[in-house]
């Protein structure tokens, strides 16, 4: 990609062999919608962004962009302006083929495509019991949780969500800070975990376990794979659901901040008084 994390690349570059491109034909957005509808397989009337809306966001000057193999679509992502005005994006929705760096490159693009406007920070929502998206925002990208989003979206029909509550977690990506500069250039965001870190949540034996939640510093597991987990252990799956809002999620709306992510797979979470 062209342009540097201080100076950003235009609306088109090419990472690691993927172009990226701002989008705007229709029959460019109906290949987004087949991408996602084979991503997610939502049910009828489920789909999570229409043709339409990506049609409207992009004419009114939103982010709407994809990544290509040669003629392959292998990822896209949809955000829109938001509050407060000039400053932020949200990035409503993102897929791509998985593990080919895809969904790095798209957001190193969407990361030049904000800081071409003038914009300081982009946000966006994920699963906090994914451990893979959580390892991608908080360390590949040096992003930080900053809000605990209990049940955001409602019921959600697709393969993916089906028979879960649909938690988030309200990822904020400060473009222009020292450990996004570093992440951006190759360098993931690593904290140490503190040595006098107690643990509020664990696994035994594929299910959550909660400690004590009084310590300064506190750590949060989340199981190895929630999505198969879903399929195989319906109520384990629940299980962690609710003990992750009722440990993190009353951590965060208690003023706690998450401050990385582990190898491990824990949240590291700090009490600020």
Not at 10 to 31: C, D, T
Not at 49 to 60: D, G, P, Q, Y
Not at 179 to 199: D, F, K, Y
């Amino acid at each position: 990609m062209s342009g540097t994390p201080d100076r950003p690349a235009p609306g088109g570059a090419r990472v690691n062999g993927v172009e990226l491109r701002e989008l705007h034909s229709i029959e460019e957005l109906k290949e987004v919608f087949r991408l996602f509808d084979d991503i997610w397989h939502p049910a009828p009337g489920s789909a999570p962004i229409t043709v339409e809306l990506m049609r409207a966001l992009s004419h009114a000057g939103n982010y709407v962009a994809g990544a290509y193999r040669g003629d392959r679509l292998v990822g896209a992502s949809v955000g829109f302006l938001a509050a407060p005005v000039g400053r932020v994006l949200h990035s409503h929705v993102t897929g791509a083929a998985t593990g080919r760096g895809i969904g790095f490159a798209l957001k190193l693009h969407q990361r030049a495509w904000a800081l071409e406007r003038g914009l300081e920070r982009i946000t966006w929502t994920y699963d906090p019991l994914v451990r893979r998206n959580a390892h991608f925002n908080l360390v590949k990208l040096g992003a930080l949780p900053e809000e605990y989003l209990p049940s955001f979206y409602g019921p959600m029909a697709d393969a993916i969500n089906t028979g879960d509550e649909s938690d988030r977690m309200l990822a904020v990506w400060r473009l222009s800070q020292p450990r996004v500069l570093a992440a951006v250039q190759g360098e993931p965001h690593r904290p140490p975990t503190p040595p006098q870190a107690v643990t509020a949540l664990a696994e035994r034996d594929g299910r959550p376990l909660t400690g004590p939640t009084d310590a300064r510093t506190l750590l949060v597991a989340v199981p190895a794979d929630i999505e198969t987990l879903r399929r195989a252990d319906p109520g384990a799956a629940r299980a962690w659901r609710h003990a992750l809002r009722d440990v993190l999620g009353a951590l965060m709306r208690e003023g706690a901040r998450v401050t990385g992510f582990t190898g491990q797979g824990h949240y590291i979470v700090e009490r600020t008084a």
